[in-house]
């Protein structure tokens, strides 16, 4: 097989049938040149070039091998700058999922700030359901998406925390817990609690919806749901209850769910996620772009 400098002095001597100029574009030295055209000569049996004192010229061989090389030489660096581009470069589209309105307008203000930054990366945004973020984020149908944490996925990488809010419980309106002002995590262990599906990553699904309160007194599991509408109508239907951020209670008011704050809750934590190998520089920006839009705002 060639090696990458021995196709490179090769094909630029073809197009330059001179030694000197030959070197000067690949910023060697002559002797460097003509030390490995002559090694590559013997490795393929005959010469490749007729050299003379005046000029140097193509044999027939190594016409051939100019002519059969060179298109497929082309092809891997265009391919090569294309991977660059992709990886490095600022241009193009970066698609953002999200999950629920205050997601989208969070990551509105984001995407706002990092056009000013980057005029020529567009952004798209794209609605999911909580169950969908992993599955797009997997097949590539997405590059980034705002959700909650914890996510300990061995191909999913998490940004820094972006937003922490306090935790509650969505309850029936007419559950005695709704006439209350805050709950005990220890509360859950009196009432159903309303499950995700298991596609969802493990440490989320404990996270949210664990098994056993912080004394370890075991909380009943109700029915799972896909979406958070259908969490808040099996909540009101009085199948269950479910933990929230405190963002519900702005964004999804209904007559049939009460909010109740858990006052001994960790908060709940949002941040962007990607894939580990789609860490392009264009995930990156984006992701600076919102660390410095929140920090702005606190």
């Not at 990607?274 to 860490?279: F, M, N, V």
Request: glycine share 8%; with cysteine.
């Amino acid at each position: 097989m060639l090696e990458r400098h021995e196709l490179e002095a090769f094909l630029t001597l073809a197009e330059e049938l001179h030694f000197g100029r030959t070197a000067e574009r690949l910023r060697v030295s002559t002797a460097r040149v003509s030390q490995t055209v002559a090694k590559l000569e013997r490795r393929v049996g005959v010469p490749l070039f007729n050299r003379t004192s005046r000029r140097v010229e193509l044999t027939s061989v190594g016409r051939d091998l100019y002519e059969e090389t060179r298109p497929a030489w082309d092809r891997i660096a265009a391919a090569y700058e294309r991977a660059v581009a992709a990886g490095r470069g600022l241009t193009g589209t970066l698609r953002v999922a999200f999950v629920g309105a205050a997601g989208g307008q969070l990551l509105a203000g984001v995407a706002e700030l990092f056009r000013r930054r980057q005029p020529d990366c567009d952004v798209r945004f794209r609605e999911a359901h909580v169950v969908d973020l992993m599955p797009w984020l997997r097949a590539g149908e997405i590059d980034l998406a705002l959700g909650t944490f914890p996510i300990d996925e061995p191909d999913i990488e998490t940004g820094p925390v972006l937003v922490s809010e306090a935790r509650m419980l969505a309850v029936p309106a007419g559950h005695p817990f709704a006439r209350r002002t805050s709950l005990s995590l220890e509360d859950l262990a009196r009432v159903r609690l309303l499950q995700l599906p298991d596609t969802l990553p493990a440490a989320l699904r404990a996270d949210r919806t664990p098994s056993v309160t912080p004394s370890g007194r075991p909380i009943e599991p109700g029915p799972s749901a896909s979406t958070f509408n259908e969490l808040l109508t099996l909540v009101g239907a009085g199948h269950g209850v479910f933990p929230v951020g405190a963002h519900a209670r702005r964004y999804y008011v209904r007559p049939d769910v009460a909010y109740v704050l858990i006052d001994d809750a960790p908060p709940l934590r949002w941040g962007l996620m990607w894939r580990t190998e789609g860490a392009t520089a264009r995930v990156r920006a984006f992701g600076e772009a919102a660390r410095d839009l929140l920090a702005d705002d606190t």
